[in-house]
């Protein structure tokens, strides 16, 4: 079998230690081996078909409720799936909308509407109201089909 990518050694143990234990992947021992095989000779994003350029630019997408395998896609196709966990440092519990500290504000701070768009960090809209950010980020996804 020819492998697109050189891989290091370690490659398949850490790879399938990840997929178990960081990810949570949950998948019989034999699938996920099935998986590996597929994902180590994958050269293309399944859902955009872009060309992956190294082994990095690939990601075993998987739901993160059910912990079940969807696909192996580049690395902006797994950010615009809808179920990506949050950011650690995200203190609205809303994907994509953060509180930003900023003095010159009446109540110091103010809310930012932040997604990945083609790869790039794209502030989308500010306001010192979450409510309507929120709303607005909603409208916004459905309108810009962004969650895939």
């Known amino acids: 079998m020819e492998l697109p990518f050189k891989l290091y050694r370690s490659h398949k ?3 399938i230690y990840n997929w178990k234990v960081k990810y949570e992947l949950k998948e019989s021992d034999e699938k996920i081996e099935e ?3 597929r994902y180590i000779i994958a050269t293309h994003c399944e859902l955009c078909n872009k060309e992956f350029k190294s082994s990095s630019d690939r990601c075993m997408e998987h739901d993160h409720e059910t912990g079940r395998f969807r696909n192996i896609v580049c690395k ?6 809808h179920d990506v966990k949050m950011r650690s440092d995200n203190t609205s519990s809303y994907k994509g909308i953060s509180k930003q500290t900023n003095k010159s504000c009446k109540q110091g701070f103010y809310w930012r509407f932040e997604l990945r768009i083609n790869g790039k960090k794209k502030t989308i809209k500010y306001s010192t109201n979450f409510e309507f950010l929120k709303d607005f980020a909603d409208k916004w996804k459905i309108d810009n089909n962004y969650i895939t």
Request: glycine share 0%; hydrophobic share 25%.
């Open 76 to 81: 902006r196709c797994n950010a615009l799936k």
């Open 13 to 15: 143990p850490k790879t």
């Open 35 to 37: 998986l590996y095989n």
